[in-house]
């Protein structure tokens, strides 16, 4: 689980640093909604591209671990 975590915390951290260096987070698929009181954000195109390149990655690390 310290493992798990660690690995958690390390992508983190690479997901918040590509965020402020790039426009990852800032896609033009990404909605943005703004009230007076409330601000609502779902990262569709940005979360489908974190998840095809952690399956590429994951696929080729399960690969070269076989």
Do not use: C, H, K, Q
């Not at 954000?41 to 076989?66: E, F, G, H, Q």
């Amino acid at each position: 689980m310290v493992v798990a975590g660690a690995a958690l915390v390390v992508f983190g951290a690479l997901f918040w640093a590509l965020a402020r260096t790039t426009n990852f987070g800032r896609l033009p698929g990404d909605l943005s909604f703004s009230g007076e009181n409330v601000s609502i954000y779902i990262p569709i195109a940005s979360m489908l591209i974190a998840s095809i390149v952690l399956t590429i990655v994951l696929n080729i690390a399960v690969r070269l671990l076989r």
